[in-house]
């Protein structure tokens, strides 16, 4: 079974890739969304955020606030580090899991879509690597239109990331999204 790593910086359209990809039937396991089962409450991950950040990034109900805990961790380096400690793990696991689910049913090819797969050293637990990119200028605007944010906390959130370029280097294969969404799904074929 190929793994084929899906990556790309922050608001660069790597979700919209992953919904084209899986519209043509592939198989598509993404880390953002394992990161979210693995800091359920009463989760070991979630107990030790809460003990590291404090309650302050907790939602009402209870649930981690990931709007708060993200505000923290793109201002601290630090604090950055200490997430990925504590949910990386967890995370890889979960991936792994998932990834041997798909090889026992025969799965020819998988797509797991990781934000931070340069960045976290991933890159050789995949066979190769597509890269979703865009220009400077057009991620910036999606960034702030996606989270109703202002330019310098973008900015700031852009440069917590490995640079487009270096990401691009690493490639196998490039995807431009610079466009809109028909345009980067004609670039798609079954």
């Known amino acids: 079974m190929r793994i084929i790593g899906l990556t790309g910086g922050i608001a660069s359209g790597k979700s919209l890739v992953s919904e084209i990809l ?30 590291f950040f404090g309650e302050k990034v907790l939602q009402p109900d209870g649930t981690l606030d990931r709007r708060a805990l993200g505000g ?24 792994r899991d998932r990834i041997e689910a798909e090889r026992r049913r025969g799965t020819q090819a998988v797509f ?17 690597i597509w890269v979703v990119h865009v220009d400077e200028g057009t991620q910036l605007e999606r960034l702030m239109n996606r989270d109703k944010i202002g ?40």
């Open 72 to 95: 923290i961790v793109f201002a601290d380096t630090e604090a950055r580090k200490r997430l990925e400690q504590i949910t990386h793990p967890a995370i890889k696991q979960l991936a």
């Open 112 to 128: 797991y879509m990781v934000p931070l797969l340069l960045e976290a050293g991933l890159s050789s637990s995949v066979d190769e």
């Open 22 to 51: 899986e519209e043509l039937g592939a198989v598509v396991i993404d880390a953002d969304q394992l990161a979210r089962e693995v800091v359920k409450p009463g989760t070991g991950p979630y107990r030790e955020i809460v003990g």
């Open 151 to 190: 330019r310098e906390e973008a900015l700031r959130k852009i440069s917590a990331q490995m640079p487009m370029d270096e990401k691009m280097k690493c490639a196998h294969v490039l995807i431009d999204n610079s466009g809109t969404p028909e345009e980067t799904g004609l670039g798609f074929r079954v």
